[in-house]
């Protein structure tokens, strides 16, 4: 069940939700980039190439590029609550009702 205070409307819990969710999508995207980052830089070592740094690169403007929509320019379950709770708070202080 979902709950919220009496003076939040609905759309506040909404927008919340919406950037907690972005910036925990970011986060994950931050780890798989890494973990397949790593794998490929052990693949490229055995190789004997130094060939893992290209996709490296592409990959991190794309997540460099992400990370600036979802930290600039919008403004776990735990981690995902604390967020949410974050963005409700941030979200009253600018627009309270």
Excluded: C
Excluded at 14 to 38: C, D, E, S, T
Excluded at 39 to 68: E, F, K, N, T
């Amino acid at each position: 069940m979902k709950t919220t205070h009496p003076a939040q409307p609905p759309d506040l819990e909404r927008l919340a939700r919406k950037h907690a969710g972005a910036k925990l999508g970011w986060y994950i995207h931050a780890f798989v980039y890494v973990l397949v980052n790593l794998m490929l830089l052990l693949l490229s070592g055995m190789s004997g190439r130094s060939w893992a740094i290209y996709p490296a690169l592409g990959w991190g403007l794309g997540l460099a590029i992400h990370g600036v929509v979802v930290f600039f320019a919008t403004g776990g379950a735990g981690l995902r609550e604390r967020m949410i709770q974050r963005e409700r708070q941030r979200l009253m202080q600018r627009d309270p009702w």
